[in-house]
């Protein structure tokens, strides 16, 4: 019989997992998938562009129910994990029930954070994290709607970007002094402002919400400044806590994230743990692609191949339509790198290209992204460019082209 | 460009360039745009041109034309003045000037680019009424050797041959000439030769040349000792029984002097072979092709010309053939090939200073019949100044008033820098010009006259085988401008004499000047086309092209001279001339130990105010070049494209370096075209000293000693922009014109501030697309107005790349996103796919590739995730690659 697999957690991490065990070792696990939300996984990148109407829900949907019944999967979703019981290797349902496993991963992903602040669990407060946050939005808006959302980050971004998209009447408030500010550097986060403001948007940065006003219902948002901004509705996304309360219970190490190894075993050997509520070699990550390498190399494990995960290097794809940003590595340029930079304000571009000693190790891109994977690669392989490197910032075919 | 509309027919007229005298015709198309053709019906071309004629179309536009009169105020600023004022004004002084110093303190400087009529008309002005022979002209640093070299030798200024015998020679022997680059039309004439008569190709030159790559010989001699040679050559004719004893007896005199002489300077075979630096072999060759082949042309140019004994090189050449015979007959003779369209007709008319009219001299006789012919109250009675000559007395002062005419002596003149600097003190400085800014009139003129320019004058042209071809106008007038002949009888006028220059029009001079030739002729001068004194206006409009002489209206006999005998001497004898000890004026020392040798490139011509305005022209060198052989640059720490500057007495230039293995040791070379307007640090003639030959005046251009030294360029770059850009003081750069601009390039030894520079060229609202790699000094701006490009400035230490596709793109209305990066690239496009807009980030998987994959039978969103991996990992983009398959199946119904 085959070993008992249990997945808590039904998003991107899960299905990528299931994906790569059917590719390796179809029917050596028997594997159960436990999801909260009550549905098919989905792509969740995707949400912006839900909440945008550029998409249909059912776009959405990662994989449909007979490819998992073809990985011999059995879907237990719209139930939550409440407990795991690492003696006697079980995970308890919200439901009682109690679900025996062999081998445990844990892909509960993450939670968006709320500010502590005055106001905030008011009606109209909304996080951006899931179907029912759109459903909320998109409940929600009406061409009247005055939408805050705080947090210029990748999430506020695109959220401020869909709410725009429906209409509403869009301010994206900041707290820092620019855009992304852990992804683009001062100059794209520039073109980006004004590409959004381009688009209806109204950005405020420096701007530190004091708290969230209203009597039945969001009214308005007050910021430490004193100045005040009328609100219907305002989208918390300040950022992600990951999802780690079920292991802390069991007794498994966890910092910020579930703490697992080059593996992705936890301190418990039978139990892994991946994606957005794992932290590796102290960092927790909130892309998908670390989930998917992460996915690749636990599926290798799980099937008795040797792989480990060393890390990714981060690289950030805005996923804004019509605007492409894209940043990977050490984009600003510490002290002892060069720069190669291009732009050109007329088509909204920019492209930078940080190098220590001719060996490329970041790169931030506004408007035109095509290349960024190709530069991810050289950043990740650590070649010096050479020749490559003349005419690199203008792309792959111009530089291998020379 | 002019507007012209539509012309009726094509125009065919006569190329400006060089001596050769291409008949060309000039053709509107339905755009109005003018081309220049090869007129096949022109027997100096046949219908072919060069790569300079052929561009004429570029050169007619009225950029930086000088339209009407200008005079510099007090201030220093030229202002508009009328035709009235600014004509008044250049008679005022010019009556001034001859009245307060005397009329040798008066001096006009000319041109072979002139008209002859313009010529005649200022000739006899200076000449006959102003009362000096202070007339020079521009020919002077071109041919004045073979002027003079053709009358010691003739007793007149003949050239004897014809462009036939160029068919039917079996041995051509070029000295000092680049005929491939500098005369291409009769180098194919020759390169046909060989091919139809096997006739082989002799080249001697101190430097290999486009010529001399497709000799039978080259002969790389040592700068100066062409004499030697030809020494050598008459020595060996002699001994070996080939000279042409029954010619020499009946038509010559002076053979034993000469041969005396030659024994001294060049004894043997061998010796000559030491004294001109030559393997004694290939000398061996040059001896036994010249004796053993009867039909031999020996063609002449710059090489010998520009020597200070220019006039012997000539004399040693002439010796040859007269001793043999070889001269007038078909398929030999010396031939002298001229640099100028009109080099000829000016000497025709008496252009140069120590000729007075029509090929007569200054003999009393002469100038009482010139005198009698022209009714003219105050007869030159001296030969005048020539032209290093004319400008010395300039800087010394006792020259007070100069007119300039269709030349830029400020460049083209020995010691340029200082004849720049003497013009600038003179009382009465007027200059005809075609064009606003030159160096010359930036030296100080105080008056502009603005000149009709090729394609708006009328008049005839003389080529280097006398053949007179009509120049016919195709463009109006441009602005105020008027023919030169017009502006010197106006002048005249206003100076009393307008009787004398009364002429209606154009061919009435003509006539004038063609009755001249005649006068009191009766064979007593080889310049006789009295057969024209009597043209009608409208036979003048139709004439053909014609080589003098021509005595009689139906005068159609042989034109060559002096098959047998026939010589304009007092005993009709040629005369062998005794030489000089070939030897240079100046000799490299330690302090300058090198040679500097000067010339043209194969596209530009004198000093570029007319090929400079061609695109076309502009892309073969765009830079001045510093030629050098790979062992002096390495000795120098010189490498290829390098700065170079370049130092003699009496000034300097910086240039790029160009190893060049067909240099000889010790000899460098640079082109003469570039000048103040067109290059910070190339003015050549800057650096040229004045020696002169004794008997032509003509300076010895093509051997000053120089030093050399390696200039760090630093920042490197071009800009590309619709007008000129001022770049800082420091800054190396030089100019051509591109499609719709002016391309720049410069070297910033000091360093220049490069995004600033670009933000100087942006204008009002426009926006700057820039790539930076600073730690590698590049940097690069494309400066847009809208869509529209209207600069590009790329910077960099250690060179710069090529601007001919960002040339293609400049001046389009709008540039494609590709052609925009492409752009700051430096590389075209062409073969890059354009990925087109990215659907895929993840995998950087553009629209172009997945319609690829579609065609190919990708039928869903995973079918294509195979092919292309497009969509397998975030996924954000599969919504995208499903639209898209289902706008091409809907496409694919459509036309199903």
Redesign the interface.
Known sequence: MSERLVIIGNGMAAAKLVEEIGKLGLGRYSILVIGAEPMLAY?R??LS?LLAG???RD?MV?KNRDWWRAQGVTLLYGEAATAIDTHARTVVLDSGKIIPFDRLVIATGSTPIRLPKPGMDLPGVLTFRDHDDVSAMLDATSPVTRAVVIGGGLLGIEAAHGLSKTGARVTLIHLMDRLMERQLDPEAAVLLRRELEARGIEIMLGADTAAVEGDACVEAVRLTDGRVLPADMVISAVGIRPNAELARAAGLAVNRGIVVDDGLATSDPAISALGECAEHRGTCYGL??PA?DQAKVLAARLCGRPAAYAGTVLAT?L?VSGM?V?SAGDFIGAEGT??????????A?YRKLV?KDDVPVGTVLVG???????YLDLIRRGEKLGPL?E?I??????AE?? | MNALGTLPKPVATACPYCGVGCGVLMTADASGAITASGDPDHPANRGRLCVKGSALGETIGLEGRLLHPMIRSRSGTLERVSWDSALSATAEGLSRIARTHGPDAAAFYLSGQLLTEDYYAANKLMKGFVGTANVDTNSRLCMASSVAGHRRGFGSDTVPGTYEDLDEADLLVLVGSNAAWCHPILWQRMLATKQARGARIVVIDPRKTATSADADLMLAIRPGMDAALFSGLLVHLAETGALDRAYIDAHTTGLDQALARAREIAPTLAATAITCGLPEADVATLFAWFTANPRVVTLYSQGVNQSAQGTDKVSAILNCHLATGRIGRVGMGPFSLTGQPNAMGGREVGGLANMLAAHMGFSGTEIDRVGRFWGAPRMAEREGLKAIQMFDAVEAGSIKALWVMATNPAVSLPRADAVRRAMAGLDHFVVSENMLSNDTVNSGAHILLPAAAWGEKDGTVTNSERRISRQRPFLPLPGETRPDWWIIAEVAKRMGYGEAFDWPDVASIFREHAALSSFENRGSRDFDIGGFSHLSNSDYEVLAPVQWPVRTPTDLGDKRFFAEGGFFTPDARARFIAIDQPDLKAEPDPAFPYLLNTGRMRDHWHTMTRTGKAPTLGRHRVEPLLEIHPDDAAVEGLAAGDLAEVTSTHGKATLRVAVEPGQSRGSLFAPIHWNGETASHGRIGALVQPFTDPWSGQPEMKATPVSLTRVAPGLEGFILSHGAVDLPAGTVWARAAIDGGLGTVFAAPQGLDAPALARTLKPEGGSISEFEDAARGVYRAAIFDGERLVAVLFAALGGRPSWSWIETQFGAPELSPLARKALLSGRSPDGLADAGPTICACFAIGLTAIKAAIAHGACDVDAVGVALKAGTNCGSCRPEIKRVIETLNGQARTLA
């Open positions: 792509n990148v995707l562009s550029e998409v249909a776009d990662l998908v692609e998917y794809n996923k492409p894209f060069e720069a190669i930079i291009y732009r050109d304000p007329g088509l571009t190098l035109e992204t095509g290349d960024g994977l190709w490197r005419a910032v203008f792309g792959r075919s111009f082209a020379a």
